[in-house]
């Protein structure tokens, strides 16, 4: 069965660091896109981030970018997503999700879309402190 577990996420203050992970189970990411996500609440699910399993480039929201940094282990089955210097409004229950071309994160002007991503995990909370 494929599935993507999240974990690491939790309480931290304002200006603190956080690493969620975002393991496969039953699968490899040989060559995926992987994104993380987010939803605040009263609030649409909104992209953060995307990394290609295969070529290694990574893209991010404009809201994130010299904050946020997402990464694959050299197995390539965990992903990564490093959060620094967090804010108020980064407190969201974060996603991560999996979709079938790695090639699909450098495809759209911003991040994919969430239609394009096939998996996706239970979510992890992640609250900041002002």
């Known amino acids: 069965e494929v599935q993507l577990v999240e974990s690491g996420g939790g309480l931290v203050q304002a200006g603190g660091s956080l690493r969620l992970s975002c393991a496969a189970s039953g699968f490899t990411f040989d060559d995926y896109a992987i994104g993380w996500f987010r939803q605040a609440p009263g609030k649409e699910r909104e992209g953060v981030s995307c990394i290609s399993s295969s070529a290694g480039s990574t893209y991010y929201a404009e809201f994130v970018k010299g904050r946020f940094t997402t990464s694959i282990d050299n197995a390539k089955t965990t992903v990564y997503l490093q959060m620094n210097s967090l804010k108020p409004e980064d407190t969201a229950v974060y996603y991560c999700?999996?979709?079938?071309?790695?090639?699909?994160?450098?495809?759209?002007?911003?991040?994919?879309?969430?239609?394009?991503?096939?998996?996706w995990g239970q979510g992890t909370q992640v609250t900041v402190s002002s």
């Open positions: 999700a999996a979709g079938p071309s790695g090639a699909i994160c450098g495809s759209y002007a911003t991040l994919p879309p969430r239609y394009e991503y096939d998996y």
